[in-house]
């Protein structure tokens, strides 16, 4: 039987929430059957097939106690929207297909159901090998969008604060093949549906409160899609961040983006600014990142060339040729004193995932992945000396080419972001 890709639903017929019953119908029964559990979690069932492998859980809240479906995958040439992209595609091929596909790493990429602009929760994920897609699988993912190459991913596996419904599915664990899932972002938000069934969909966003200073703060929901958080004028800290800061919105319009799960990552959109633009790199943005590191070539992962101090990532970027550094010059801010330059993109790294230049890796509590493309008029970077850390914090003023905000470009955004950057007031 061949196999055919429902995107974020089915492949062959077998999806998200269904019983083995449906599996046995679509499939018939597997060669072999394996097990695994993480310590004090539940047990994960994964049933083999020759072209094909499915993971179960017993779910039992609410009753009654059921077996559904986590996770399917296909490494079959025939795992094939209707299009024809899947299994065989190029990375080129499915940023065609999928312009809001997002790639962690040259081995994986992938892209999340929504449903009247909300998340529901699904993903369909594309291993990668020699720059073509070599398995689909589709599945429930708690790790929530790894944004474009340029960003960063918003939420990482290991910051995920969980809920008592997370801690009732389990975590992660072990093997790569018998993928263990969080059905969390699901039940929390009620978004799940699969080919068969599923609940109602609905979806919670942050809301601004006033905190016991009297400022105001704002903050995303920790599960389910990065939903900004709209500002008024005025005068807002943030919460859960290492630093917090202090800040001031300079009229209505701008949206942030502050998660609990996310400590060392802060988001600031302008007026005319959006998430999607965010993660499309077409967007101007304030991106705070609070613990960063050169990078290695290709990997993802801190470099293991330059020093992880404010001095080695000084010398990665202005020995880096795939860039120009220009205006570079001493600044301070919130207290902070540190550098300045202006970043353009020139080459690109040679990446097999994309078109950009990695500038930083954000560590602990940070992370992600943060480079420059070719889509984008410049970015304007501080680098500050943290006082109780040798590593450094980075302050990103990304310039989207052609209009990424109601500022326009160049200098006029530039001045614009930096008047609200003045009033930043980092906690120590």
Known sequence: MEASLILHSCIDGVGIWDRPAQVLRSWGAPSRVTRSSPPGGPVFITWHYPKREVTLVRWDDPPPDVLIVLSVSSPASSARTTAGVGVG?????????????????????????TSNGVSTGQYTHFDLKDGRVVEVSIDVDSSYVRSSRRHGDLQSPREVRM???????GRRHGAARSRLLLLAVGIVTGVLTGCSSGPSSQNAEGAA??????????VSASEGPEVECQLKAGT????????NLRYTVPSPGWSSLNRKVAPGNFHLFPPGGSMS??????????????????P??????PSPDFDHTFDGM?????????????NRSDASVGGWDGTVMDIKFVKQDGCSDGIYSDLMIGVDPAHGAFGITPEQAGLRLFLLHNPTSDLPLALLIDD???GGSDYGDGSDWYDAARSLIDTIIFAT
């Open 400 to 402: 989207a080419a052609n």
């Open 89 to 113: 595609s190029t990375i080129k091929q499915l940023r065609a297909a999928f312009p809001r596909v997002y790639c962690d790493s040259p081995r994986r990429c992938g892209t999340q159901g």
């Open 163 to 169: 809920t008592d419904v997370i801690r009732a599915v």
């Open 236 to 243: 807002y800290r943030t919460v859960g961040m290492r630093p």
């Open 209 to 218: 409160t006033t905190s016991s200073s009297g400022d105001r703060t704002c």
């Open 277 to 294: 633009g965010f993660e499309a790199g077409t967007t101007d943005d304030i991106t705070i990142v609070t613990a960063v590191v050169p």
């Open 314 to 326: 000084v010398e990665f970027l202005t020995n880096n040729d795939h860039i120009v550094v220009s």
């Open 296 to 301: 290695g070539t290709c990997t993802g992962e």
